[in-house]
Structure formats: C-alpha cells, structure tokens
C-alpha cells in the first residue's frame, strides 16, 4: 500500500507581507498525540513514566485536622494527689474511726438513771434482798430478776394482769383500769448504762408496753423471796 504524498508547499513558501505562516501546520500527523488536547504523560526523576496510584481516593488530598472548637477542648485534669497527702488522709480517718469506737464504749459504759415503781410490799422484799449479799445494788439485783425470769416473762406478765374496774359481759374493760402484780407509787432507783438500758427498752417494746415498770415490776414479784402478790379471787 502507497502513502500519498503530503503536501509541504504551504509550510514552506515564502511568507508574504499580510501572512505569517505557521510552521507547525501539516506536521501535527507527524508528532504523536499533537492536535488531541492532551497533554503528554508526565515524567519521573528517571525519565520512566510513574505508575498510576492503585486506589483514586489516595490520589486525594488528605485535609488538614481542624482545630477543635472551644467546647470539643477536654477540662484540664487535677493533679493526682501525693502519695504523702494519701497517707495523711488514710491516717485521719483511722484516727476518726477509733476516737468513734471510743466515744462508743464511753458512751456504752455511761450510767443512765431510770426510775421503776413498784408496790410497798414488793419494794420491802426488794430492800431486804439488795442488803442480804455484799455488792449487790438496786441495779444488778433488777437486771438479775429480769435476765433469770427471761424465758417466762410472757408467762408471768398475762397472770399478773388485774382489772380494777368492775366488767360485765357487754362492755369490754377499760385498759386504763387494768393494773400489774408488784406495780405500785413507790420508786426503785437504778442506773444502767446506756448498753444495758438499750436492753431494757428493747424488751419493753417487745412486750408492747411504753413504760419499763409496768412489766418489770411483775417480775420482781415473781423473782423475790417472800410472799409474793396474787390476783385477787
């Protein structure tokens, strides 16, 4: 196959006083990808063209971090206390909790006095049991009756019930008429301490009484020597 011959005449005939050849006219056949638009691939250091990026998106610019905003900025952090700080609070409240243990056992050990009625004849009994034993008080002798009588105060509490007031069948008793065995206008002294009187109050309320007396007074009569109050027939 024949080529036909280009035409040069054009490019080079003698320019003429209104034209101004262009040389580069009828070659762009002869230079490779001239006339298309587009750019020669570019070149490396070595004079070998790079090879594409594998992935478009790392081709991409990464853009810059933005600074954070004023509410995004974390709350400065407070120092992390000093091992000797750590230990002096460690101290003070080993310090706290055993003048708390003292202030407890003191507390325990305090007296409290409290006062019981009891009837004349019961508080007789009484008075001769406290003077027959050396050491014995008004005190240890009630929580001696009250800690022997434990297991049967129940018992004892429901005999030793009186009624002072006439009943009939058809109206009940009046509670404020009812009185106990022992139970009477004449004190007892005694001065617990705070631990034992917590006792003492703990069972009154066991027993569903207000008053201490009222349930330690049939007690004692039950727990002294002597003749001992009865209901009356």
């Given at each position: ?9 054009s ?5 003429t ?6 040389r580069a ?6 230079v ?52 000797a ?9 080993e ?6 243990g003292e ?18 004849a ?72 705070y ?39």
């Open positions: 196959m024949t080529t036909p011959e280009e035409n040069l005449g490019v080079f005939a003698r320019p006083a209104n034209t101004v050849p262009n006219q009828g070659l762009g056949g002869l490779p990808n001239r006339g298309t638009g587009s750019a020669p691939p570019p070149q490396g250091p070595t004079g070998s063209t790079p090879p594409p990026p594998k992935n478009p998106e790392d081709a991409k610019e990464t853009p810059p971090p933005a600074a954070p905003s004023s509410g995004d900025t974390p709350p400065p952090q407070a120092p992390a206390d000093p091992p700080a750590v230990e002096a609070e460690e101290v003070e409240a310090e706290v909790e055993a003048e708390e202030t407890e056992a003191a507390l325990a050990k305090t007296k409290h006095r409290t006062t019981l009625y009891v009837s004349p019961l508080h007789r009994r009484f008075e001769r049991y406290v003077r027959a034993a050396r050491g014995r008080t008004n005190t240890s002798a009630v929580l001696e009756a009250v800690a022997a009588k434990n297991s049967t105060t129940p018992q004892i509490i429901q005999e030793s019930k009186v009624s002072v007031a006439a009943g009939n069948e058809l109206f009940p008793e009046d509670p404020r008429a009812v009185r106990y065995l022992g139970a009477g206008p004449v004190q007892i002294q005694i001065a617990p301490t631990a034992q009187l917590q006792v003492l109050d703990t069972l009154t309320a066991k027993y569903g009484f207000e008053a201490r007396a009222t349930w330690i007074a049939p007690v004692l009569n039950a727990f002294l020597p002597g003749k001992k109050e009865k209901v009356p027939e």
